[in-house]
Nanobody, 120 residues
């Protein structure tokens, strides 16, 4: 599976952005999918995940209530709607797809990141 993330940009505090992750070579509905972010010099951190059956979502505490993960199976695209953005949301955002039964560290496909910059 090849993943391509897009939609990043530079915004102001309180603005919204929607990230997209288009998949080719496989159906996202066959994988657990998620968004992660990484600050320069720091480890990549979990942001939100969407179970492969599409029935369970999970969010990091720092984004819960502001971000929404969703998936369009017809278009084979994973989204991350980010609302009420804060400077601490600034990072490179990555999308990923993992095989059911495995963790993202064990077995996942990763897209190239898209940079989100939030200024105060």
């Amino acid at each position: 599976v090849q993943l391509q993330a897009s939609g990043g940009g530079s915004v102001q505090t309180g603005d919204s952005l929607r990230l997209s992750c288009a998949a080719t070579g496989g159906r996202l509905s066959n994988y657990g999918t998620g968004w992660f972010r990484q600050d320069p010099g720091k480890d990549r951190k979990f942001v939100a995940t969407f179970s492969w059956r599409g029935s369970v979502t999970d969010y990091a505490d720092s984004v819960r209530g502001r971000f929404i993960i969703s998936r369009d199976d017809a278009k084979n695209i994973l989204y991350l709607q980010m609302n009420d953005l804060k400077p601490e949301d600034t990072a490179v955002y990555y999308c990923a797809a993992k095989r059911p039964g495995y963790t993202y560290d064990e077995s996942a496909y990763w897209g190239r990141g898209t940079l989100v910059t939030v200024s105060s």
